[in-house]
């Protein structure tokens, strides 16, 4: 059990177009799912905790205008980068939360290329 | 302040030797402590936690962790590596806010 999945798996898109990244817990409900942004041979970095109905939490310097975050059910959290810019390219991997034992269950990370 | 380090940037080990992977925390009130493990392009596998009872943690593929409160340690520790352990290896904390915080991680390579 705990199986957390992620689609794309990788997306290469233009400079200044959207882009959807989808996170979903199979077989438990999230009410709380985590965004991270991993730069090459990096830690990971919180970006900001989704939330079931409710407003995302950004961690400070991530621009949420930019990275808008739904979680409109409990298995499903999306993170939509708007207007990409090659900077905005990096490895993006979600989390859910399974309470029952309080811990995170990784999805297997969508890599992003803006040209 | 709340924090996790992974001293060592790169293990090497050959296989069929112990293999010790080190952490060390810095947190107020009990520690709820986790190793997950990243293989090439690929997300965070969860390996083990501590969250309270016994301080040797067994996990997944054969792994263990040590907590020492003393110490304020947490090592993950394997005796007989094998290859396909080669990886990147994060260490994290629960903060009081129930995020985690996270080593930079620390890259096991174990050579034939």
């Known amino acids: 059990g705990a199986v957390v999945s992620q689609h794309p798996s990788r997306v290469i898109c233009k400079s200044g177009t959207s882009v959807k990244i989808e996170c979903r817990s199979l077989?438990?409900?999230?009410?709380?799912m985590f965004w991270y942004r991993q730069f090459p041979k990096k830690s990971l970095m919180l970006m900001a905790t989704?939330?079931?109905?409710?407003?995302?939490?950004?961690e400070q310097g991530v621009e949420k205008d930019k990275f808008l975050i739904n979680h409109a059910s409990l298995t499903l959290s999306t993170l939509t980068v708007t207007s990409a810019h090659p900077e905005d390219s990096s490895f993006y991997i979600c989390?859910?939360?399974?309470?029952?034992?309080?811990?995170?269950?990784f999805g297997p990370g969508t890599r992003l290329t803006v040209l | 302040a709340q924090s996790v380090a992974q001293p060592e940037d790169q293990v090497n080990v050959a296989e069929g030797n112990p293999l010790t992977v080190k952490c060390t925390y810095s947190?107020?009130?009990?520690?709820?402590l986790f190793w997950y493990v990243q293989y090439p392009n690929r997300g965070l596998q969860f390996l083990l936690k501590?969250?309270?009872?016994d301080n040797l943690v067994k996990g997944s593929y054969g792994f263990e962790a040590e907590f020492n409160k003393s110490q304020t340690s947490f090592h993950l520790k394997k005796p007989s590596a094998l290859v396909s352990d080669s990886a990147l290896y994060f260490c994290?904390?629960?903060?009081?806010?129930?995020?985690?915080?996270w080593g930079l991680g620390t890259s096991l390579a174990v050579n034939p």
């Open positions: 989390s859910a939360r399974r309470e029952a034992t309080d811990t995170q269950y």
């Open positions: 077989d438990f409900q999230a009410t709380t």
């Open positions: 989704s939330n079931e109905g409710s407003k995302a939490t950004y």
């Open positions: 947190v107020s009130g009990n520690p709820y």
């Open positions: 501590y969250i309270t009872g």
């Open positions: 994290a904390v629960r903060s009081n806010n129930r995020k985690l915080i």
